[in-house]
Nanobody, 119 residues
């Protein structure tokens, strides 16, 4: 069973950048599609980005396209979310997740990391 631990959140001014990391335990990391999701204050959890096991396929929410980049390093069992040109609306708890495919995050969820963007 895979376990996920996010890091890299924090407080940043609008227009700034952050890189989130999600470290996974286990030997089967490359088999899993990975995703990032977020839940803002008073909002439901929402999709941000997903990446296939090989890293060849990625998908993004319209709200982050062109600003966020998801990537993975299977040798390090880690998935990243590079966030540029951050906006106050990006303020949320960010969660990473693992699944059998990019449409199904059914294997594990992390505990979340807070990202706060000040105006």
């Amino acid at each position: 069973q895979v376990q996920l631990v996010e890091s890299g959140g924090g407080l940043v001014q609008a227009g700034g950048s952050l890189r989130l990391s999600c470290a996974a335990s286990g030997r089967t990391f490359s088999r899993y599609a990975m995703g990032w999701f977020r839940q803002g204050p008073g909002k439901e959890r929402a999709f941000v980005a997903t990446i296939s096991g090989t890293g060849e396929s990625t998908n993004y929410a319209d709200s982050v396209k062109g600003r966020f980049t998801i990537s993975r390093d299977n040798a390090k069992n880690t998935v990243y979310l590079q966030m540029n040109t951050l906006k106050p609306d990006d303020t949320a708890v960010y969660y990473c997740a693992a699944g059998d495919n990019i449409a199904t995050m059914n294997r594990a969820w992390g505990q979340g990391t807070q990202v706060t963007v000040s105006s």
